[in-house]
């Protein structure tokens, strides 16, 4: 017996596209908003359903990034029917094969992210699509080609999605080069914030008409006018996401470890977790990024990040930084890693005592030249004779995105700053001499680490606790 699944889907513009499009390599770019991964996901699902036995890759640089984003849409907006009529079940993964949804005709997609390839990649795929392609390196993305020979489909292709980057990113370079197709999607082309007459829906004049068009710079340039750009001055001109982001890896307890904070409440409070290894490089591995929360509390996120719990700890209505504190004093609690050697912070007397008093630490305070700084920082991020920077950035180093601050489409950590941080030229500026004074609570909070271990004349200020 056959079961009917019936399922409303109706692609416009470079959606339809999508579906009809059979290149072999492709990639959907355009602004936020514009239905790019339902459309592909869509391709996916329909694939599975007309190919019986086909082999089909949903993925992103990480298999937690997937979980929140494509999977979702995948769960309650492309396959929900089919899910819920018993065509498609979810299989968990074993120690032979990785997560996936299996098909009743045969048909496998599976899931997961490239920071742990084995399973992913040990097989083979008549489709593969990549979410939010310029996460990836060029290295992966031909990684990914390799494995598309599974034979099942007439066409065998990697399709991938993404907002607009630098102009000089690879992947768009790619496309200039004739080896990508690119499609260009647009916001009239997402029926959720557009009717098919072009006018706005109630949702797209809040989102598309209001948020997006309402943010500045190379910001607006990418989410909202869809066009690939660096910024104007960028202030870091010689960051290289596929040099300084690293993927996470176990940092040795020998590393040296440091904590830089730029405080803040309207805007983001920073705390930044800099671990420093022996030749002198320092990682961003960990990273406190949010508003609308008093340094007390602050105080108390950090310290449960760095603790755990080993023995019996007493039942608390609310756990303080206090708490956690005593409860490290009678062995409740450990450490998880080294106490930084020094809390490098703004300036601010007040929030600096708060600070001090609930970690029971002692701060120092940062050097706040600012063009002093920055030349320090970019004399990190250059190649050193062994042809590494001495700066990097772990990913997703972010504690708990802020929701407020995703929302607004503002920034919500370091490594999201580093595109809009620019030099002020206007009112007769002279041209790099300082940057304009926003979105730059993590550029603050980086060049703290950077003046404290390279600005000559710096004490070096060991840590000690209360």
Known sequence: MTTVVEHDYAPRGTARQVMECRD????????????K?????????TMCLLNPGMRALMIR???????????????????????????????????????????????????????????????????????????????DWESCTTRLRNGVVSFQQLLADCNPDSETHWLYLRCQQGQTRMLESRHWENPTYFHEDGTPTDRGRDYVLGKLANLTGVRRARLYEGRWVSAEGVVYEQFDRSVHLLERFDIPETWRRWWTVDFGYTNPFVLQCWAEDPDGRIYLYREIYHTQRLVEDHARDILLTVTKVVGDVPDREVLT?????????????????????????DHDAEDRATLERHLGMSTTAANKKVKGGIELVQSRLKLAGDGRPRLYLLKNSVVERDVELDDKLQPCSTEEELPSYIWDTKGGVKPKEQPVKEKDHGMDAKRYIVAELDAEGRPRVRFMGR
């Open 24 to 35: 072999g390599e492709v990639l959907v770019a355009g602004p936020a908003g514009t239905g």
């Open 37 to 45: 991964s339902r459309g592909c996901i869509e391709k996916l699902h």
């Open 61 to 139: 640089k990480t298999a937690v990034s997937l979980t929140s984003s494509g999977l979702v849409t995948y769960q309650k907006h492309v396959a929900a029917e089919a899910i819920a009529a018993g065509v498609v079940k979810y299989f968990g993964g074993s120690s032979k094969e990785p997560p996936a949804w299996k098909y009743a005709n045969g048909s496998v997609l599976v899931v997961g992210g490239l920071n742990d390839p084995l399973k992913i990649m040990s097989t083979e795929y008549d489709v593969i699509y990549i979410q939010e392609a310029t996460e990836v390196t060029k290295e």
């Open 321 to 345: 930084a206090k708490d956690i504190r005593e409860d490290v004093a009678a062995k409740r609690r450990v450490w998880i890693e080294p106490k930084p050697r020094a809390v490098i912070c």
